[in-house]
């Protein structure tokens, strides 16, 4: 006699006492998978390219000049080594880092120094975010050149930007668009809670104009909120910046000019 198999299924037979005994293993479909970079993949972009929802792409110490995109993926895209030895580096090149495609908490950025973004009249040059709610955790943005929101841009979405340092980005030769946020830009259009918490914000330049060299929160239609327009040091617990929609939370952060 014989059995038909599924290519997903191992069929193993057994004759006991003359009955057959049906043994069925089944092979899981869309695994999680831990995808290597450069070990299974040589680029970043790559192995998130090759990646299923709840894969972790891991990355080996190493600068990566691209720019990246996590096209909608709910993964884990972390180093194995800390932003000290591991770098995406945008190679003043437009945006280093986007999610434009709904993401939400589930995709995950965490363990980079990102660098070397460049937005001639735009707004987030380090990482963007439009529409989308992800998690950015223990990155370092750094050296990135943009008219507004320099370091990282939130347009719409939710997201979580917790324990990262944004620091030394400005905007050169980039020009200015009046909405500042030397470190951050908060911009309007969702309902709910942004939540930024426990980063460093310090020696971000705005030397073409533009208010909140730690951060700016602005909503459609309003004018600019701002906190650290000039040379001072703001530590905060808990506090919040009410707009009529939109409801940046702040903890634990300090921020300087």
Same mark, same amino acid.
């Given at each position: 006699?014989?059995?038909?198999?599924?290519?997903?299924?191992?069929?193993? %037979?057994?004759?006991?006492?003359?009955?057959?005994?049906?043994?069925?293993?089944?092979?899981?479909? /869309?695994?999680? /998978?831990?995808?290597?970079?450069?070990?299974? =993949?040589?680029?970043?972009?790559?192995?998130?390219?090759?990646?299923?929802?709840?894969?972790?792409?891991?990355?080996?110490?190493?600068? =990566?000049?691209?720019?990246?995109?996590?096209?909608?993926?709910?993964?884990?895209?972390? +180093?194995?080594?800390? !932003?000290?030895?591991?770098?995406?580096?945008?190679?003043?090149?437009?945006?280093?880092?986007?999610?434009?495609?709904?993401?939400?908490?589930?995709?995950?950025?965490?363990?980079?120094?990102?660098?070397?973004?460049?937005?001639?009249?735009?707004?987030?040059?380090?990482?963007?975010?439009?529409?989308?709610?992800?998690?950015?955790?223990?990155?370092?943005?750094?050296?990135?050149?943009?008219?507004?929101? #320099?370091? $990282?841009?939130?347009?719409?979405?939710? !997201?979580?930007?917790?324990?990262?340092?944004?620091?030394?980005?400005?905007?050169?030769?980039?020009?200015?668009?009046?909405?500042?946020?030397?470190? $951050?830009?908060?911009?309007?259009?969702?309902?709910?809670?942004?939540?930024?918490?426990?980063? *460093?914000?310090?020696?971000?330049?705005?030397?073409?104009?533009?208010?909140?060299?730690?951060?700016?929160?602005?909503?459609?239609?309003?004018? %600019?909120?701002?906190?650290?327009?000039?040379?001072? #040091?703001?530590?905060?617990?808990?506090?919040? #910046?009410?707009?009529? *929609?939109?409801?940046?939370?702040?903890? +634990? %952060?300090?921020?300087?000019?």
């Amino acid at each position: 006699m014989s059995w038909p198999l599924a290519a997903s299924v191992k069929c193993v %037979c057994l004759a006991v006492s003359g009955a057959f005994l049906l043994s069925l293993s089944a092979t899981p479909v /869309n695994a999680q /998978n831990t995808i290597l970079v450069p070990g299974n =993949y040589p680029t970043i972009q790559a192995a998130i390219n090759a990646s299923n929802n709840g894969d972790s792409v891991l990355v080996g110490p190493g600068t =990566y000049v691209e720019n990246i995109n996590f096209n909608g993926k709910a993964i884990i895209v972390n +180093s194995s080594g800390g !932003p000290a030895v591991t770098i995406i580096d945008g190679n003043h090149n437009g945006t280093v880092v986007r999610f434009n495609h709904s993401e939400t908490a589930a995709s995950v950025l965490s363990g980079f120094t990102i660098r070397n973004g460049y937005l001639d009249g735009g707004s987030g040059a380090g990482i963007a975010i439009t529409s989308a709610s992800p998690t950015i955790t223990s990155n370092v943005v750094t050296s990135n050149h943009a008219a507004a929101g #320099l370091g $990282i841009f939130v347009n719409g979405g939710l !997201p979580l930007i917790q324990n990262n340092t944004i620091t030394n980005n400005d905007q050169m030769n980039a020009g200015d668009t009046g909405s500042g946020g030397g470190g $951050i830009l908060v911009y309007g259009g969702s309902s709910g809670v942004v939540q930024i918490i426990g980063n *460093t914000i310090t020696n971000n330049n705005m030397q073409s104009g533009g208010q909140g060299r730690g951060i700016s929160v602005a909503e459609e239609g309003r004018s %600019c909120r701002a906190i650290s327009s000039g040379a001072i #040091l703001f530590t905060t617990t808990e506090a919040e #910046l009410p707009l009529t *929609t939109y409801l940046p939370r702040l903890r +634990s %952060c300090k921020i300087s000019s």
